[in-house]
């Protein structure tokens, strides 16, 4: 198989498992806006899209034991800060300096995001998009729009040179109508378990390889940091 190259790549989802699978096969992810941040569905991720701007600007929910991510309240978009998981579900909650500090940070890094992932979309290079789409809107009459709504979305606020990249389980592709000129179509068997997105232990480790055999970076960069999940703190 031919792999073909792109100058930027650009992944939303619903959770942490598709830069993972990246950072696997590559050894780096080159983050951008939605890489370890997302909504759950299309529809709330095309409005995030369409008014990045707003993301993490506005009120932002401050994580909790039972929903460990800020949550931006303009947008519907969920974000971890830097601390591990266990900082937030531990029975004893941090102190409000240490929110505050994890907050402003978020906001900080945010914002470079934004900047850094708009002149990725609409410079002159080539550009993948990849979304992991969430099983619900992988049904019978809703598949091909689902998808639809990312590329609209992304088409107004300038995206150029783009090839859209849809990833099901394997089970759902019979739910996309054909043909879809606008997007290409992959799948895996099936995705991790909710409870550990980020494993790279668990599910489907072939199927993803050899999506990103075909699909691929120009440039291999390196990896600046180390990520949580590298600790068995699974996302």
Known sequence: ???RRFDHVVTFGYNCELSARFFQNFGFVDSTLFSW???DYPD????AIEHYEDIFTGEIASPTRVFPMFF???TKVRA??????SVWTAETPPAKDFVDAERAELVSRFEHLKKKTIEYLRDDKSVLCIVKLHPSCCKPGKANAAVGLYIEALRKVGARNMTFLAICEEAAASAFECPHPDFELRTVAEYNPESCAADL???DSRGWRLVFD??????MKKQAHKF?????DAH
Not at 228 to 232: G, R, T
Request: proline share 3%; aromatic share 10%; hydrophobic share 35%.
């Open 201 to 203: 232990k668990a599910g």
């Open 44 to 47: 709330e991720m095309a409005y």
């Open 228 to 232: 949580k999940f590298e600790d068995d």
């Open 72 to 74: 931006c309240k303009k």
């Open 37 to 39: 941040a997302g909504a």
């Open 214 to 219: 075909e699909f691929r970076p120009k440039t």
């Open 80 to 85: 971890h800060g830097r601390a591990k998981m």
């Open 1 to 3: 198989m031919r792999a």
